[in-house]
């Protein structure tokens, strides 16, 4: 059997098993699926990695490219860079415990407790969101403990970063995965600033052997969409009488922080890390995020323990940030158009029958790109963006806040609307359930995109 949207047949043809393996002397990752230039550019990637071939296995030192810099809580020697933020989830366990004594919040849960903002600088400032969550991602992935062989699937050949991660990409186009999205993007990433989404990502981990899965969500008749993602969050992140750390937590459930990895959040234009949820007393909800174009102002980054000093100390820091600041809030992203692709979706498995629907990717904005229309001539899709007036800086962001607004600034950063969410009546989510790595077998059959449909 075989389609026009790339089929069985093609893959298997183009991508069958060779008679002889050609593994890399490295990795050992198998190569024979490779052509010979492209067998060139990976060893080429583990030379050029500075450590990758050292088998140290050390956590102290990350790179020094800029484009591929990469920070975790394991670099315990080495301050952040300035657009990691890390001990933000306790942060925000106390302020959501403050306003829970305030009687502004009924209930709130969040991710596992060492996950890291990253935020776009300004070199990928209108491009970079879909990228920063994945470090977000892979940040969390080799921090937790539960399935701590994910570390070396991620470090190993070419460790996480911007460019490493179009790497990452290519090399799993070139071995047969997501054909159709590689056609899409033209078969290149690399030096590029081409959006990606949520699709991509899946393609990254699963190349990689880190088992995720994709969640589609659509309005329909019954619901919205927004209603939908709401639900699934809610589930996902509610903790279970194990999660439950403390004795304060079991006497009143109020806040709670749980074992469970970020999910990243995708709509067309943009996408955010979600880190939790939280209930008002009203009974609105609202999502809890890590979004990679809203950097976090200077005292509530300085309020996170263990920041006292770090990055900020170096020369010109805190002036370079609030810079960066001021430039955001006044131009947000000038993005004229985007070009939202199609992409297969299936409930459970491959079916060839399932429409095709658009794919969605990020840029860096915050809720600034309009609905697509599907053009009759063309697989793409040209998105107008709805073009406005810089939002005004409101008189207390004139002035630096005192730490008693960290809790309200904190909570303000990250909160989610369901307002906001309901702009939008289609997302897409990307979730990781730490299931065990994936055999070489499991890899081959996720080879081709697929999700499941709310």
Request: aromatic share 8%.
């Amino acid at each position: 059997m075989s389609s026009a949207n790339g089929g069985y047949d093609e893959i298997e043809f183009l991508y069958s098993k060779p008679s002889e393996p050609f593994p890399c002397q490295f990795c050992g990752i198998e190569l024979s699926g490779l052509k010979e230039e492209k067998r060139q550019v990976h060893y080429e990637d583990h030379l050029s990695n500075r450590g990758l071939l050292s088998g140290s296995g050390s956590t102290q030192e990350p790179p020094s490219d800029g484009r591929n810099m990469f920070w975790r809580p394991s670099f315990d020697s080495v301050p952040p860079p300035s657009n990691f933020t890390p001990n933000l989830i306790p942060l925000l366990k106390k302020s959501l415990a403050v306003s829970h004594q305030n009687g502004e919040t009924r209930k709130a849960a969040l991710c596992y407790t060492k996950s890291v903002h990253v935020g776009v600088q300004m070199w990928d400032l209108t491009w970079g969101c879909g990228y920063r969550n994945f470090l977000m991602a892979c940040i969390a992935l080799m921090e937790q403990t539960t399935q701590p062989g994910y570390v070396k699937l991620l470090k190993h050949p070419i460790p996480p970063g911007v460019e490493n991660l179009q790497r990452w990409i290519e090399n799993a186009w070139d071995l047969g995965y997501d054909a159709e999205g590689a056609n899409q993007l033209q078969r290149r990433l690399l030096g590029t600033r081409k959006w990606i989404g949520t699709a991509e990502l899946y393609v990254a981990f699963i190349s990689r052997g880190v088992p995720c899965d994709l969640v589609d969500f659509h309005t329909d008749r019954t619901d919205s969409a927004a209603e939908k993602v709401v639900k699934w969050i809610t589930t996902y992140f509610s903790p279970s009488r194990e999660g439950v750390q403390t004795v304060n937590d079991v006497l009143n459930g109020a806040v709670t922080v749980t074992e469970r990895m970020p999910v990243i959040l995708q709509h067309a234009g943009h996408s955010r890390t979600v880190v939790g949820y939280e209930i008002q007393r009203n009974g609105e909800c609202n999502l809890l995020v890590f979004d990679p174009s809203k950097q976090l102002r200077l005292p509530s980054r300085t309020a996170a323990p263990g920041l006292q000093g770090g990055v900020e100390t170096r020369s010109h820091a805190s002036r370079d940030r609030k810079l960066m600041d001021r430039i955001k809030d006044t131009m947000f992203h000038p993005i004229n158009e985007i070009k939202a692709r199609k992409r297969k979706e299936s409930p459970a498995v491959i079916d060839l029958t399932q429409p095709t629907l658009k794919r969605p990717r990020s840029a860096s904005g915050n809720d600034v790109v309009g609905e697509a229309t599907e053009t009759s001539h063309s697989k793409s899709v040209e998105v107008e963006n709805q073009r406005g007036r810089p939002p005004p800086i409101e008189p207390d962001d004139e002035l630096p806040p005192t730490r008693g607004d960290v809790t309200r600034r904190m909570l303000n950063w990250s909160r989610l609307s369901m307002k906001r969410i309901g702009k939008k009546d289609k997302y897409q989510i990307l979730h990781f359930s730490l299931r065990d790595p994936l055999t070489d077998a499991e890899k081959l059959q996720r080879r081709v995109v697929t999700s499941l449909k709310l």
